[in-house]
């Protein structure tokens, strides 16, 4: 049997073994962290199983480790109890034993033994367990072959996985993600049973849903997630728009990309460049408006216009319908869906300085997402286009650092604001205030005057006059 108490490395792990030794409980660390270990991936939790009373052995250790009583959280509901140390969240729960009724995926719970807590675990992977006791200090337990399955890297449940999804649809999505997140394959039973048990995912909160596809956007190739997701049905029930941009029409023998595959490049190039999960949000999205807006002309073949902006007036209805907050995170998918195409357009040598101007000034402090997102979005079979459009594309940044350096666009406030305008006109807030505001910043985005006060005021005084305005002071 597989010894691995020289990987345990972390000095909780020999002070629970002494504390559950004097309390008589075998205990064990298991999940997660065992799987981490064992693939060498970085853990922040750790779980302890403990066969008799998990949060009395989490008060004890913590009393021995010198903690606070209140560093210790306890959740009674769960019988689990959990504290920090030493930059890890540890938890501990006693060993048990579940049963599930079909309309929750919250089991009722008995007292178990190890075999029946790791029997509740959702994959082999998932179920390793490693003794702390004093007897058999670092032996690996693994009932279902989990060693091999991480070996092989397969996702496989330990029990008849039907019942595994019935029971817990919530673990159809983290089959899912752990496939996207280690780069691991499903077994085919499991995938079947993904598939027949998929519309169980509907007695799963959409907060939870989004947690797993936030964890396969973050993952090193999102698109084996997503892809696994349309195979099995469940991308049409939790992502219907994105299940929707799949297909090619044809007419005349003239066919578009399909955009659902397009949209899977463009989000495994933004997930090798970044790690800001509302960027990765937004390459998923960025096309999201092309079904609705698609046409089909003789002329000049598929045309999707003003997708960009039909994408993003979807934005705020998707993330309604999955439960994610309406924040600023929000507002940022929305502008850079509905800026996606505007840096490309800016390729041709003959692009004024006020075009980039106006596009720095929209995308303000997100230009540089933008950029990310817009040459992520150069995808063609055809690599002499891509290299082409690429080279193209940098000419775009040199034109947007150069206008910035010069003019300071990017986080622009006009030299003269509505206040001072009222002040000296004597006015309460009005159309006119709004119209010379306006008229001076077009101005300065067009490069007509400097963005400086001096200049902006010269503009004001005029624009004023010719609507009849007289200063009060
Ligand atoms: P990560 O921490 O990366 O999300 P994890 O596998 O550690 O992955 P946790 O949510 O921390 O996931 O859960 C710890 C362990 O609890 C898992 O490894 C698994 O054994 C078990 N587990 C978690 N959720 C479920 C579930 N829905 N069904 C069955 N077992 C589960
Ligand atoms: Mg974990």
């Given at each position: 049997m597989k010894n691995l108490a020289k990987e345990l490395?972390?000095?909780?792990f020999r002070i629970v073994s002494e504390t559950a030794g004097q309390m008589g409980v075998p205990c064990y660390v298991i999940g997660g962290f065992v799987r981490d270990l064992l693939l060498r991936r970085p853990c922040k939790d750790i779980d302890i199983v403990a066969v008799g009373d998990g949060v009395e052995l989490a008060r004890q250790t913590a009393a021995r480790l010198n903690l606070?009583?209140?560093?210790v959280n306890v959740f009674k509901h769960y019988g689990t109890a959990m504290f920090r140390y030493e930059n890890m969240e540890i938890e501990f729960v006693g060993a048990r034993k579940e049963s599930y009724s079909?309309?929750?995926?919250?089991p009722s719970v008995t007292a178990g033994t190890l075999e029946d807590d790791q029997f509740r675990r959702d994959f082999t992977i998932n179920a390793l367990a490693i003794s702390?006791?004093?007897?058999?200090?670092?032996t690996l337990l693994d009932p279902f072959q989990g060693l091999e399955d991480l070996q092989h890297k397969i996702i496989r449940t330990p029990l008849d996985p039907e019942k595994t999804f019935s029971d817990d649809p919530l673990r159809i999505m983290r089959a899912i993600r752990f496939a996207s997140q280690l780069n691991f394959s499903i077994d085919m039973k499991t995938l079947e049973a993904i598939h027949t048990e998929a519309?169980?995912?509907?007695?799963?909160s959409k907060e939870r849903i989004v947690a797993e596809l936030n964890k396969i956007l973050l993952s090193r190739k999102p698109s084996v997630g997503f892809t696994l997701m349309d195979l099995t049905g469940v991308l049409d029930l939790v992502l219907p728009w994105v299940s929707k941009l799949k297909g090619v029409e044809s007419i005349n023998n003239q066919g578009h990309k399909d955009n659902f595959y397009h949209t899977m490049e463009v989000v495994d190039k933004i997930a090798i460049v970044s790690d800001n999960l509302w960027l990765c949000w937004t390459a998923l999205l960025h096309d999201i408006g092309k079904p609705q807006t698609k046409r089909y002309q003789p002329?000049?073949?598929?045309t999707f216009h003003q997708h960009e902006a039909v994408g993003a007036k979807m934005v705020p209805k998707i993330f309604r319908a999955l439960k994610m907050p309406l924040n600023e995170k929000m507002d940022y998918v929305k502008k850079l869906v509905y800026l996606h195409l505007r840096p490309i357009a800016l390729?041709?040598?003959?692009?004024?300085d006020s075009a980039v101007r106006r596009l720095l000034f929209d995308a303000g402090d997100d230009i540089d997402d933008l950029m990310l997102l817009c040459e992520a979005d150069i995808?063609?079979?055809n690599q002499e286009k891509v290299k082409h459009l690429l080279r193209n594309f940098e000419h775009v940044r040199q034109k947007l650092k150069i206008i910035e350096e010069k003019d300071?666009?990017?986080n622009f406030q006009p030299p003269i604001d509505g206040l001072y305008i009222m002040q000296k006109y004597g006015l309460q807030p009005c159309k006119e205030v709004g119209m010379l505001k306006n008229t001076i910043r077009e101005a300065i985005l067009d490069g007509v005057?400097?963005?400086?006060f001096e200049e902006a005021y010269r503009l004001l005084e005029t624009e004023a006059a010719k609507l009849g305005l007289k200063a009060v002071q």
């Open positions: 490395q972390h000095p909780i606070p009583e209140q560093a079909p309309d929750s995926r919250n702390l006791s004093e007897a058999d200090y670092g519309h169980r995912l509907e007695i799963v002329e000049t073949g598929w390729v041709e040598d003959s692009v004024t995808t063609s079979k300071r666009i990017r005057i400097g963005n400086n």
